[in-house]
């Protein structure tokens, strides 16, 4: 018989480098995951990607046990990682954060291929496009 599900989490945990405190413990013990346990399989899985954001989906059973899949960090931190910077223009539309070459948009669109809904990579780039305006980069040939 398949187990139960009782609960889906969705967490951003630093990769390698998790740890029980806030925020991460607080949420895994209001699921009824074993905090520790978790965090080391985690830290384990991820440990190549050290340092970078990792979004994280955990699926809770009825009987404590659990599973998670891990994702490809955020658009917008492998793009500013492309750029060279820790952050985005705070406003779009009057100043701009850097700028990425279409190159370098291609790299994001294929590292962030898997979790997107297209298999395209044209219209992969449009996605990265469209993240990198609303972040204030700019887009050059």
Known sequence: MAKKVVKQVKVQAVGGKATPAPPLGPVLGQAGVAIGEFVNQFNEQTRDRMGQIVPTIITVYDDRSFTFVTKVSPMSRLILKKIGKDKGSGKNRVSKGGEITRAQLREVAEEKMP????????AAMKIAEGSCYSMGVKVID
């Open 115 to 122: 979790d997107l809904n297209t298999k395209d990579i044209e």
